[in-house]
């Protein structure tokens, strides 16, 4: 929580927000690297990996390889954030597939997301993030928003990713990395008046074959260590 979502959080005030979401969809990569240095390492099948590359391809066209650096350019420094916090959110998803959770998902969920809570407090304390904070300012749509993303974002999407962690494969798991742009897209069309393009129901159809080719063949085998 601390490195994923609060490196995600930091950098998107500076890295572009078509940047941030290619970067992102590097996480399913790094969960198949993170297992496969696993002592029990899982050695992804060509199917998985030929999804993977699909994927993070579809979402690099669905925000066009012209904007990926906006028009300020590349900042190498939140670069390299976004980057380590995708591989955080990789290790800590990779690791929570076998770690000693409550048998309760809702209690291991909420356990991860007060502790994730309490450092980032603590984080933005330290970076005097609340110096000028006046809670009169909050608009209601703000309000609105802070509820939601507690309700959908955090008791529903959460809890379902963490429970779903330990039901399949990570690989299988990790393609919302590669749908919630489409989603994303989509949602900007039919609730902002967004404009779809030829290239986003492109890319959108890449994604979604991606997606199927991870999700329809076979898991990837474990492979021990040699003693």
Known sequence: MLGGNGGVTRAELVIPSSLTAVLITTVP???????????????????????????????????????????????????????????????????????????TPLLGSGMEMLAGGALLLVASLISLEWVGFQPSNLSVLSLVSFIYLIVFGSLIGFSSYVWLLTKTT??????????????????????????????????????????????????????????
């Open 170 to 227: 990570t690989a299988r798991v990790s393609t919302y990395a590669y749908v919630n742009p489409v989603v994303a897209v989509f949602l900007g069309y039919f609730l902002a008046g967004e404009q779809l393009t030829l290239r986003t129901l492109l890319a959108s159809s890449v994604i979604v074959i991606a997606v199927v080719v991870i999700t329809t063949f076979k898991s990837s085998r474990a492979v021990p260590y040699d003693d």
């Open 29 to 103: 990569i790094w969960m198949a690297l993170v297992e496969l240095l696993r002592k029990d390492r899982i050695v992804p099948t060509l199917h998985v990996v030929l999804g993977l590359v699909l994927g993070f391809g579809g979402v690099v066209l669905l925000v066009g390889p012209g904007d990926l650096a906006g028009s300020g350019g590349l900042n190498p420094l939140w670069t390299g954030v976004l980057i380590l916090a995708s591989l955080s959110w990789a290790i800590g998803s990779v690791y929570s597939r076998k770690a000693s959770l409550p048998k």
